[in-house]
C-alpha cells in the first residue's frame, strides 16, 4: 500500500463542513484503518485519487464508489443522467471502460414510482450506451432519507493489465491535456437549479449558454477516448476544486510538478457570466465533466485530433517537470483547500426559497 501525503501539503485546508473530506481528515480517520492487506490489491486508496484496482485471475478490475446524487429540482430525467455519469467517470479515468455496476438506492418516502421509474429507466438507457451491466444493488424507501444523496454506488471497469492508467503515472516529460476547461459542473448545476435567479439579472443569451453546460457534465468519453488514442499516464476528473485542485492532486499522486498557461485551456460559452454572478472562482469550482490528462509528448497530436473528432474542446496547456505542486503562468498556486461552490449553493438556496415565500 503506497504511502499519501502529509496533511500539511494542504495550507489553509480546514476540514470543510460541506463536500469531501479533506487530506488531513482522511490521514487521521480513514487511512490508519482500511482492514486487511492484500496482494491482490493493486492500488489503494490515496486521497485524491479516483479508483482503486484488484488483480483478479490475470485482469484488472478498477472500481470506484460515489454517492447516488439526486436533484428533483433537475427534473428526474436530468437528474438522473447525471447521478448514472457520477458513478461512472471514476473508473472511466482508468483507462478501463466502465462494465458493471453494484447500486444502493435509499430513498425518500415521498418519491413516486412513476418518478422512480424515470430514474431507473435512464439508468438502464445510459448503461446500455456505455455496455454497462447492473449486477447487484438494494432499493428501499426509508423515513429520514432525503435528496440528494439517495445511496451510493460502485462503478467496475474489467479489463487487461496494460490498459490500466494508474493515477500517479505522470512522468517528466510529458504534456498536460485539458478537455472542456473549468467550472463545468458548477455553471450546469448552478444555471439550472437557480435559473430564474439569474435571469433577473443577466442577460438571457448568457443564461442560454451556462444552462447548456448541464450536459457537458461527464468525463466518460473523454476518457474512453483519451485511452484508446493514448498512450496516456494519468488522468484526474476536475471535482471538488475544480481545474487547480485536480491538477494539484495528479500532480501529488505522481510526486511531480505541473506547469501550465491558463490562455489555451478552454472556458466553455456561459461558464464566465455564471460564476460571476455567483462570485465563485470558476478555476477552483467543481468541474465534473473537465478531464485532466498528462500525455508523452509524441501523443499529444494523436490524443487531441481523437478529442476535435469527438467534438470534445480540449488544449495542450502545460507539461510535468521535476519538484512537486503546480505553477499557472509562472505564479505557484497552492490548493484551493475548499470549493466554493457548496457555500454558492446553499446561499442562493437560501434566496430562491426566500423569493418562493415573497410571490406567495
Known amino acids: 500500500m503506497e504511502e499519501t501525503d502529509d496533511p500539511s501539503d494542504y495550507p489553509d485546508a480546514e476540514s470543510p463542513e460541506l463536500g469531501k473530506i479533506d487530506r488531513e481528515f482522511f490521514e487521521e480517520y480513514v487511512y490508519p484503518h482500511l482492514g486487511t492487506d492484500r496482494e491482490d490489491v493493486a492500488l489503494a486508496p490515496q486521497h485524491g485519487v479516483d ?39 471514476d473508473v472511466a479515468v482508468s483507462g478501463l471502460p466502465p462494465t458493471h455496476l453494484s447500486i444502493d438506492f435509499n430513498l425518500p418516502p415521498d418519491i413516486t414510482d412513476e418518478e422512480f421509474a424515470t430514474v431507473w429507466e435512464t439508468f438502464d438507457r445510459e448503461a446500455r450506451d456505455l455496455g454497462v451491466s447492473v449486477v447487484t444493488g438494494h432499493t428501499a424507501r426509508y423515513a429520514g432519507c432525503n435528496y440528494p444523496m439517495v445511496g451510493g454506488g460502485t462503478a467496475l471497469g474489467v479489463g487487461d493489465p496494460e490498459d490500466l492508467v494508474r493515477p500517479d503515472g505522470a512522468a517528466v516529460g510529458d504534456r498536460v491535456i485539458v ?20 435571469r433577473e439579472e443577466m442577460d438571457g443569451d448568457d ?16 476518457a474512453l477516448t483519451v485511452a484508446a488514442a493514448g498512450p496516456v499516464s494519468a488522468m484526474h476528473d ?35 457570466a455564471a460564476c460571476e454572478f455567483f462570485d465563485i ?5 467543481i468541474s465534473e465533466g473537465t478531464l485532466l490528462a498528462t500525455v508523452p509528448a ?24 521535476e519538484g512537486s505542486g503546480i505553477a499557472v503562468d509562472g505564479e505557484e498556486v497552492d490548493h484551493p483547500g ?8 446553499e446561499e442562493y438556496m437560501g434566496k430562491l426559497e426566500a423569493r418562493s415565500e415573497g410571490d406567495g
Open 51 to 89: 479508483f482503486g484496482a484488484l488483480d483478479v485471475g490475470g485482469k484488472t478490475v478498477a472500481l470506484a464508489t460515489d454517492p447516488v446524487f439526486l436533484m428533483p429540482s433537475l427534473g428526474f430525467e436530468r437528474a438522473a443522467w447525471f447521478a448514472f455519469h457520477v458513478l461512472m467517470s
Open 179 to 198: 478537455t472542456k476547461g473549468p467550472a463545468v459542473e458548477a455553471t450546469g448545476l448552478l444555471t439550472v437549479q437557480f435559473e430564474p435567479l439569474m
Open 207 to 222: 443564461v442560454e449558454a451556462a444552462k447548456a453546460r448541464f450536459r457537458d457534465m461527464s468525463p466518460v468519453r473523454d
Open 238 to 272: 476536475a471535482t471538488e476544486c475544480g481545474v487547480y485542485g485536480g491538477l494539484y492532486e495528479l500532480a501529488r499522486a505522481a510526486g511531480v510538478r505541473i506547469e501550465v498557461e491558463r490562455g489555451p485551456i478552454p472556458v466553455l460559452p456561459g461558464v464566465r
Open 281 to 285: 472562482d470558476p478555476w477552483a469550482s
Open 298 to 321: 509524441e501523443s499529444v497530436e494523436d490524443v487531441l485530433a481523437a478529442l476535435d473528432e469527438a467534438g470534445i474542446p480540449a488544449a495542450d496547456v502545460g507539461r510535468v517537470v
Open 338 to 345: 475548499r470549493d466554493p461552490f457548496w457555500g454558492a449553493f
